[in-house]
């Protein structure tokens, strides 16, 4: 009668499992278990897990109770889901669940792991320019390209390093002062909006810093933002070897110098993040600047136009130069 009862609870129990049905561990679990995707996830007793797959790779801190709840506390660092809390002691990621994450936040970045320049603009009165990356035709590639050429040499560069780790862009003017290559990602699909937290990351270099200007972050359409910036703009930009911040709304822009000093060739990592409110912090190297307060009068965010990634060189000598961009992402809360 026991075998038979074994025998009877191992069919059951695989059954069970080619069912999809879920599990619970009760009791604190000793190494960390693997969560799939689209798995069901819950608390009952302390540290229990609940899932229904087991195909992906998030994964939850053994040595904390994993609780989801309206009313959960949390601790620094961990992702909040809405109203659901997921805890991690430590305080960082506790369960990697990117399925919840695109549903709150609008999450875009650029590596440029692949390129492609369309060079000649006259193609779009001869054949279809597309199938790059970038173009100087609008709307033929994801970034529109801003050429000023003075002696009309064509030969700037949009190009992919071979040997830069997880991509690095290479742009480079023509070799007549004041020479640009200006890069806008196609389309304004980036709005910061009052309840909604927002965030900005770069990471580039200038190749001489003494004779480039340089712009990154996020604009409203413009094909000239070095010479002058975007009524609506929330950038980065050097000044000789000055790094300077610069957030504007119809036309009335605040400019601080960030007493970054940037060196020829290396590598600056450039933030910000908005609250949701009035609230906008600047960082630097992951170190924090200053924050700003929206005063609704000489100080004003851009919050009502949609912006959209853009950086820049311009030359100041009559050599060529080049900026190299790492990556440029932003991150908003739908």
Partial sequence: MRKFLQIVCITLLVAGIALGTTYEWTRQPTQSQKIGHGSVIGASGSGAICISSCDGMAYVNAAEACQIGTGNNTTEGSLQ????????????????????MQLKYIFWQEDFAEGGYVHDAALANESDPSGGKFSSVADTAAWLVSIVDGNSDGDEIIVVNDDGHGGILKVETTDKALDSVECQLNGESFQFQTGEEAWFNARWASEDVSANTNVVGLGTVDTDFIDSLPNDHIVFMN????????????????????????????????????????????????????????????????????????????????????????????????
């Fill in 81 to 100: 889901y809405r109203d659901t809390v997921i805890i991690d002691g430590d305080g960082g990621l506790g369960i990697r669940m990117y399925g919840l």
């Fill in 239 to 334: 000044q000789g070897s000055n790094l300077y911040f610069s957030v504007g709304q119809n036309g009335t822009a605040t400019e601080i110098d960030t007493g970054v000093d940037l060196d020829d060739g290396e590598y600056v990592t450039t933030s910000f993040y908005w609250d949701g409110a009035s609230n906008l912090t600047v960082a630097v190297n992951g170190t924090a600047i200053t924050t700003l307060v929206d005063n609704a009068s000489t100080v004003l965010f851009p919050d009502d136009e949609a912006l959209s990634p853009v950086f820049g060189i311009q030359t100041t000598d009559t050599g060529k130069d080049y900026m190299l961009v790492d990556y440029i992402g932003c991150f908003l809360e739908r």
